[in-house]
C-alpha cells in the first residue's frame, strides 16, 4: 500500500486533536500535532518565541535581504519568512517519510500538491467547544468565551496570511464534519471508513 496523508484543520476547542489521535491510532499511523511539529522544528535552531510571533502574523525584526539560513536555507526577507519555510519544510519531510495524520499547521495548504492527501476539517457549535474549553482549561464560561474568540482570529489571520483562503473553506477540503455529531471515536471511526474506502487498509 503506498503512503497517504490525512491533514486535519479543526476550530479550537471542537475536539480535533483528540479526533486526528484516535484516527491515526485507529489506522497504525503516524500522529503529529502542532505540539510536536514545533519540537522538530526548535531542533532546526527557532526558538518558540520566534514560531509564536510568526503564527500572530509579527513582522520578527532581523532582516536578512542578502543572507542565506543554516542548512542550506534559502534567502529570507526576515526573520518571519524563515520560520515560516521551516514549517513548510517539516511538513513536507513528515508527510514523504510515511503515512500519517497532520494536525494543523496548514497542512492541507503545504500538501495541496500531493496527490494522495485527503484534507479533513472538524468544527463544532459554539456552545459545545465552549464547554470543551472550560473542562480542559478549568476556565469560567465568560473566559472560555474570550479565550475561544481570541484563538479564532489569531487563527483565521495565520491561515489566511499563509494560503490567501478562509480556514473552514469548502472549497480546500475534502470533507467538513461537526465532531459533536458522532462524539470523538465515532467521528473517528467515520473518517476511518471514509479514508480505508479511498485508500485501503493503509499498511505500508
Same mark, same amino acid.
Given at each position: 500500500?503506498?503512503?497517504?496523508?490525512?491533514?486535519?484543520?479543526?476550530?479550537?476547542?471542537?475536539?480535533?486533536?483528540?479526533?486526528?489521535?484516535?484516527?491515526?491510532?485507529?489506522?497504525?499511523?503516524?500522529?503529529?500535532?502542532?505540539?510536536?511539529?514545533?519540537?522538530?522544528?526548535?531542533?532546526?535552531?527557532?526558538?518558540? +518565541?520566534?514560531?509564536?510571533?510568526?503564527?500572530?502574523?509579527?513582522?520578527?525584526?532581523?532582516?536578512?535581504?542578502?543572507?542565506?539560513?543554516?542548512?542550506?536555507?534559502?534567502?529570507?526577507?526576515?526573520?518571519?519568512?524563515?520560520?515560516?519555510?521551516?514549517?513548510?519544510?517539516?511538513?513536507?519531510?513528515?508527510?514523504?517519510?510515511?503515512?500519517?495524520?497532520?494536525?494543523?499547521?496548514?497542512?492541507?495548504?503545504?500538501?495541496?500538491?500531493?496527490?494522495?492527501?485527503?484534507?479533513?476539517?472538524?468544527?463544532?457549535?459554539?456552545?459545545?467547544?465552549?464547554?470543551?474549553?472550560?473542562?480542559?482549561?478549568?476556565?469560567?464560561?465568560?473566559?472560555?468565551?474570550?479565550?475561544?474568540?481570541?484563538?479564532?482570529?489569531?487563527?483565521?489571520?495565520?491561515?489566511?496570511?499563509?494560503?490567501?483562503?478562509?480556514?473552514?473553506?469548502?472549497?480546500?477540503? +475534502?470533507?467538513?464534519?461537526?465532531?459533536?455529531?458522532?462524539?470523538?471515536?465515532?467521528?473517528?471511526?467515520?473518517?476511518?471508513?471514509?479514508?480505508?474506502?479511498?485508500?485501503?487498509?493503509?499498511?505500508?
Amino acid at each position: 500500500m503506498e503512503q497517504y496523508v490525512v491533514t486535519v484543520g479543526c476550530e479550537y476547542g471542537c475536539g480535533g486533536s483528540a479526533v486526528g489521535r484516535a484516527l491515526a491510532r485507529n489506522l497504525e499511523i503516524a500522529y503529529y500535532d502542532r505540539t510536536l511539529i514545533d519540537k522538530i522544528i526548535e531542533e532546526t535552531g527557532v526558538s518558540h +518565541d520566534l514560531m509564536k510571533m510568526a503564527d500572530a502574523g509579527k513582522d520578527i525584526k532581523g532582516k536578512r535581504e542578502n543572507a542565506s539560513g543554516p542548512a542550506g536555507l534559502p534567502k529570507y526577507k526576515n526573520l518571519t519568512d524563515r520560520v515560516v519555510y521551516i514549517q513548510k519544510e517539516v511538513v513536507k519531510k513528515l508527510a514523504a517519510r510515511s503515512s500519517c495524520v497532520i494536525i494543523g499547521r496548514c497542512s492541507d495548504y503545504i500538501l495541496r500538491n500531493n496527490p494522495r492527501c485527503v484534507n479533513v476539517f472538524i468544527y463544532a457549535p459554539d456552545e459545545i467547544r465552549i464547554q470543551n474549553i472550560m473542562k480542559s482549561h478549568s476556565l469560567s464560561e465568560s473566559d472560555a468565551k474570550i479565550l475561544l474568540l481570541e484563538k479564532d482570529k489569531r487563527y483565521h489571520k495565520r491561515h489566511l496570511a499563509l494560503t490567501g483562503s478562509n480556514r473552514g473553506d469548502r472549497h480546500n477540503r +475534502d470533507i467538513l464534519i461537526n465532531s459533536a455529531f458522532l462524539g470523538v471515536e465515532g467521528t473517528a471511526e467515520y473518517l476511518e471508513e471514509l479514508i480505508q474506502k479511498k485508500y485501503g487498509s493503509g499498511e505500508e
